[in-house]
T-cell receptor
Framework: AQSVTQPDIHITVSEGASLELRCNYSYGATPYLFWYVQSPGQGLQLLLKYFSGDTLVQGIKGFEAEFKRSQSSFNLRKPSVHWSDAAEYFCAVGADNQGGKLIFGQGTELSVKP | DVKVTQSSRYLVKRTGEKVFLECVQDMDHENMFWYRQDPGLGLRLIYFSYDVKMKEKGDIPEGYSVSREKKERFSLILESASTNQTSMYLC??????????FGQGTRLTVV
């Protein structure tokens, strides 16, 4: 079955500390992988995406993610977290020709301590 | 700037009412989607459309229908609202093979 798992429901990090949010997927075809962020009461904003090529992808707001096919993972990282990064983060997977038809993970809520 | 607009941010409806959630995109995207978001479950796909007058069921279509009479507009219809349809509803659009752009969401409460 196709699925996305985000093992951490809630993470708290100190401002300035590094961050890694985990994402594992199960997908039969070549996956297109995405990370979205949702601030309270808002819609989803695309942080970054992986379609092909370099397995380390850079996104907006200083985020990056690494695709590891052997581990079926697409973890999101940021070297230094800012208080404004507090939000909910969603990993998603889709097929190459289906645009926004995505399977989402459960989400990880990030809190940032001053 | 790309824009997906949902007509209401908050709605309160009574059980049994017919409810319309409207979504408009200004990016000339072929694909449009309706998701619902519930805590601990992430987003789940209700219906989607790859063209005008075309619709396909997603993972949780029961109790919902959709309408796409024009390319830019995709409506979600709750034929007879029930309390278990209380949720956040998110509309999205994309090009074929492109990234999805999401609206701000409609928080629907059915009482």
């Amino acid at each position: 079955a196709q699925s996305v798992t985000q093992p951490d429901i809630h993470i708290t990090v100190s401002e300035g500390a590094s961050l890694e949010l985990r994402c594992n997927y199960s997908y039969g075809a070549t996956p297109y992988l995405f990370w979205y962020v949702q601030s309270p009461g808002q819609g989803l904003q695309l942080l970054l995406k992986y379609f092909s090529g370099d397995t380390l992808v850079q996104g907006i707001k200083g985020f990056e993610a690494e695709f590891k096919r052997s581990q079926s993972s697409f973890n999101l990282r940021k070297p230094s977290v800012h208080w404004s990064d507090a939000a909910e983060y969603f990993c998603a997977v889709g097929a190459d020709n289906q645009g926004g038809k995505l399977i989402f993970g459960q989400g990880t809520e990030l809190s940032v301590k001053p | 700037d790309v824009k997906v607009t949902q007509s209401s941010r908050y709605l309160v409806k009574r059980t049994g009412e017919k409810v319309f959630l409207e979504c408009v995109q200004d990016m000339d995207h072929e694909n449009m989607f309706w998701y619902r978001q519930d805590p601990g479950l992430g987003l789940r796909l209700i219906y989607f459309s790859y063209d005008v007058k075309m619709k396909e069921k997603g993972d949780i279509p029961e109790g919902y229908s959709v309408s796409r009479e024009k390319k830019e507009r995709f409506s979600l219809i709750l034929e007879s609202a029930s309390t278990n349809q209380t949720s956040m509803y998110l509309c999205a659009s994309s090009l074929p093979g492109g990234s999805a752009f999401f609206g701000q969401g409609t928080r629907l409460t059915v009482v």
